[in-house]
């Protein structure tokens, strides 16, 4: 079993920037992949970006935030991380990281029953 909680939301003016953590526990994490996804009001959840914890640390990101966000591990503090950038009112949504057995089994496709774990979610307001 795989717990994670996410932090680091909030309320940022337009293009402002924030480090989301997704901290991690369980067992057999090392092949994991963790994905990153958002619900804004009204819309489906979206996938945005993953990262394999393996050595070579792949990283998957959609076109929508391509460029503005980046994923990053530290596999010493079981944390994953999110660097928003230059963000825009349209990125207003609460924050999920996810679980799922294996980078290439799970983030080129980001489809929620693919994953096994879900973090509580964090808000992120981006407004003036």
């Known amino acids: 079993q795989v717990q994670l909680v996410e932090s680091g939301g909030g309320l940022v003016q337009p293009g402002g920037s924030l480090r989301l953590s997704c901290a991690a526990s369980?067992?057999?994490?090392?092949?994991?992949?963790i994905g990153w996804f958002r619900q804004a009001p009204a819309k489906e959840r979206e996938g945005i970006s993953c990262i394999s914890i393996a050595d070579n640390g792949a990283t998957y990101y959609a076109d929508s935030v391509k460029g503005r966000f980046t994923v990053s591990r530290d596999n010493a503090q079981n944390t994953v991380y999110l660097d928003l950038t230059n963000l825009k009112p349209e990125d207003t949504a609460v924050y999920y990281c996810?679980?799922?057995?294996?980078?290439?089994?799970?983030?080129?496709?980001?489809?929620?029953?693919?994953?096994?774990?879900w973090g509580q979610g964090t808000q992120v307001t981006v407004s003036l």
């Open positions: 369980g067992s057999n994490l090392d092949f994991s992949g």
């Open positions: 996810a679980e799922g057995p294996g980078f290439g089994s799970v983030c080129p496709i980001m489809s929620r029953p693919g994953f096994r774990s």
